[in-house]
């Protein structure tokens, strides 16, 4: 058998064999939409088959650095991306399940291209979209993204949600399960409420760095992680299915000392009965009404296992609040706490040497996080209280940035513990999560 004749035909059977043109569709939108969208466009060069594959790309991210040159004029390159945007939409045919764009690192201001953008998305079917804009942009949400109702996951940066209710003809996002809204502004009426009404799937909502004007009120049955990040005066929340809920009010730098959080504490913990994780951040729990200190005990939050706060020990309110959830919490296996102190009107005289040592309050925590700790009564007093009381406690990590003396840190190692595992690290640097 003649294998040099064999193995030539074998090579010009290969040779004439074009792989790459004859890919399936799928697989080849698989392979563009791995490609930065400019080499995407210029696979259009490989053969005749792929001529108008970009097309039809199913998923599309568009990032205004790629088109950002060393040594060309900025205002060209943004120019550039603009127009190269407007005519790879314009000549697409077929769905688009997956839209990004991309223009924080070159701050492109996008104008009216923006809302042109939209509208062709809300007829292809788009399922996830993210917009990441810049402060210049501000745009107000278009109209045409309420038309997008197979929408599933969306996040949207720098956008107003204005006065203008939800269209009265949506029909809603009802499978949408993720909105992400970070440094939006809410300007008036219950507008985001009707928007969080209309995603009846609606699973996991965050809210970072939102500026609002209006009531926030959020009612979802089917929510299970919140995070509420920002400036807001009321807060009104009915979800009976979290288990991650994470709030943070960030006071304006003008009315950081007069603005009042109207936030109705009893309905949220009444939402809470899933709750496995807590994080209350910034002044909320200062600023909050006094109505904190007048709670109906509900049953007790048999899933919450971590909790995380801005907490004043000093403060009689906020040791209440504090306390309140520590008691109706059995299952609490870890505790964060950013400690503050801002001269209470109502101080907590002796509170947390005051509680029962019987009670057995902490009979589950492992590990505990003080952070800034200052070694002031109320902080001793909650450390003591913690350090016997803990029977499993394997840590306790003492933030004092470095404002302890040594022979304070000598009497810190010194306190008697319930847990014979027990041990106390004192940083004065950053500290590792609890």
Known sequence: MDHRSSSTKLCKYVAHEDFISNLPDGLKDKILCCLPIKEAVA????SRNWRYTWTSMTEL???ADDFTSENGNANDDKSRFL????????????PILKF????????IYTGGHIYRWMLILSRKRIKELQLRTTMRDCYKIPSSFFSCHELESVYLRFCRLTTSQLPLLSKGFKQLHTLHLECCYILGGNNFGDLVASCPNLNKLILNRIYSLADINIHSTKLKMLTLDGHFKHLNLHTPCLTSAVIKLRPLPSDASKIRCNFNFSQFIASLSDV???????????RAEHELLVLKLPKSF?????????LDLGNLKEANLALYLFQHAPYLQFINLQLTSNEPIVPAVHFWESIDRHVCLFQNVRAVGMINFT??????GFLKLILEDAPVLKRAFINDN???GKDDLKNLLKLRRASKDAEIVIFSGSVPPV
């Not at 696979?43 to 490989?46: G, H």
Request: with cysteine; glycine share 10%.
């Open 100 to 107: 990004g764009l991309n223009t924080k690192d070159v701050q």
């Open 83 to 94: 127009k190269f945007t407007d005519m790879f939409l314009s000549l697409h045919d077929g």
């Open 302 to 310: 048999n899933r919450l296992k971590r909790i995380s706060l801005d």
């Open 276 to 286: 496995e994780s807590i994080s209350y951040l910034g002044p909320i729990l200062e």
């Open 402 to 404: 470095g404002k302890l």
């Open 43 to 46: 696979t259009c060069l490989l």
């Open 375 to 380: 070694g002031s009564g109320a902080e001793l």
């Open 61 to 63: 991210m568009f990032r």
